[in-house]
């Protein structure tokens, strides 16, 4: 048989095989579709795989209620309406949800990166049990072949996230870093902006992109542009959303849940990536639209958990806005008796959050852990004359060592946190590592310490930032470096000093990361020259391997 009769066979062969798959996809939806008109001809649910969100199938008691109180109409061109108001009447009756577009799963493509059905669900499926649970506010029953049909952005940022770790193609994360930021800009260059655009960002401000520089990180901006979208679009009151449009826009119940938990996933990221940062927030936490939670959009545990990470972003935000609200300090502090006192009206409100929440999952603890960090880092701002600071130090000591010993417990477990949490979650834990470093060197605090077990814990610490880290020499994996320079010196005084009054930060404008660019400070001042000559210090620090301080700043 000749060479070219060969490859007519095999071209032959491989069109017969996928005229084969279509056949029989399309055999598939025909028996979907008559099952439904079958079993149930007279409603309009979605004939997609998976069904469609369980939360649309909610009992006509909630949809009475939610509508009649809201304007929320499970159907706009059903309901009744009265010409000239945007609201509908209270004996609106609950209709079927509206049909979802038959969705065929297609390989996808975005630049050099194509992806195959198989990889696409394999992806997902990485999404939703790894990082999902971290912030779950999108709903896991939406296929992911759906979101495109929506959203390519927010298609595209799912499969990014899910490929932070991907073994199997460690070149996808890179590829997709130039392309969906491109695509993002693209999308952002585009007015008016869609409830996909929101979400998209809440996910990459959640999970950016590996950089090796804070000062190129676009995060904090996105942030911003993020919450800005989303008041412009009258996501903060979405029970009145028709008053930001120029059409009538009557949303279902579902549509409904589906912006309250876009909007309380808006503030929590915007939040945390400020915390993070060390920058002032840039979200409305005194809104009190974030104050009520319909039951209908509360539905699942993990409607429940997203709920309770607003609450401790709310407390967060208010232990910043309570302690910098000085407009006489240069840096905003409170003068110190009144800090003393907040203090303490700060803590009892995070014991009774703790106290409620007793019952809640390990990431919720997490972040109740992050939130007492968070207040407790407050004391080093505070003056050693003043009664008390060196018992409230020992205390931040305390939370920063129970905040890492939880962390190394969760990732001990199934979860694999230091894998895959979120980055704002790394900024928490970068700066307990930080303070127990500070402290732990501290001439005078070391006497009060158990400092041999401090610096197992650092050592675990280093380990957990390097496993952290997504790409060679992106930030997780150079602080690990910066903490484990400070650690191997032969003078541990060099970061914090003998006496008490040491401890004093010389950053103080980071709020509570002010730790973390004060160690810095002292980093990169050990390798400046005596003539302060930057180009020396540059080459010193190549010489001895240790990343540049600009990176960080």
Known sequence: MSASSKNFDVIWTRKRRQS?????????????????????????????????????????????????????????????RVPGLTTQPVIDQPQAPRRSI????????????????????ELYLIYILHYHPYLPFLDPSTSLHEYYESSELLFWSIISVAARRLQSHPTLLPK????????????????????????????????????????????????????QIGTQMGLHRALNAEDFVKVPLHLSVYEYSEWVKTWEACNIVAQSVSVGCGLPATIQMHDWSLTVAPEST????????????LRIEQFRYRVSQALTSNALDPAGFMSARERLSLYRLLNAS???????????TPITRYYLAAARLHVHSFYLFDEPSVDGYSDRIVVLYQTAYSLIEQCLEMDNQESGFFHYCPFFCYQVFVSAAFIILKVMMNGYFEKLLDIEAGKRLLDAAISS?????????????????????????????????DSVDDL?????????????YDSLWEWRKHFQSDGGDNENSEETQDKLMIPNYAHFR
């Open 350 to 360: 995070l014991v009774d959050l703790e106290r409620e929440a007793i019952n809640m």
């Open 176 to 227: 997709l870093a130039r392309s969906v930021t491109d695509y993002l800009w693209k999308t952002l260059r585009s007015i008016p902006y869609s409830l996909r655009a929101v979400q998209s960002l809440v996910i990459l401000c959640t999970w950016p992109f590996p950089t090796s520089s804070s000062t190129a990180d676009p995060t904090y901006m996105l942030a911003g542009m993020m919450v």
């Open 298 to 309: 509360m539905s699942s545990p993990h409607d429940i958990a997203l709920r309770w990470h």
């Open 102 to 121: 038959i969705t065929i799963p297609r390989a996808r493509k975005l630049g050099n990166v194509e992806l195959s059905v198989e990889e696409i669900d």
């Open 20 to 80: 084969f798959e279509l056949e029989n996809e399309v055999r598939e939806l025909r028996r979907q579709l008559a099952t439904r008109e079958t079993t149930n001809a007279a409603l309009e649910w979605p004939i997609l795989t998976p069904a469609a969100p369980s939360e649309a199938r909610i009992s006509e008691a909630a949809v009475s209620s939610v509508s009649g109180a809201s304007g929320v109409s499970p159907d706009p061109k059903e309901s009744s």
């Open 504 to 516: 004093r930060l010389r950053v103080r404008n980071r709020l509570s990361m002010s730790i973390v």
């Open 465 to 497: 930032l390097r496993k952290m880290s997504v790409a060679n020499n992106d930030l997780p994996g150079r602080l690990s470096d910066v903490i484990g320079f400070f650690c191997t010196l032969p003078d541990p005084r060099v970061i914090s000093g």
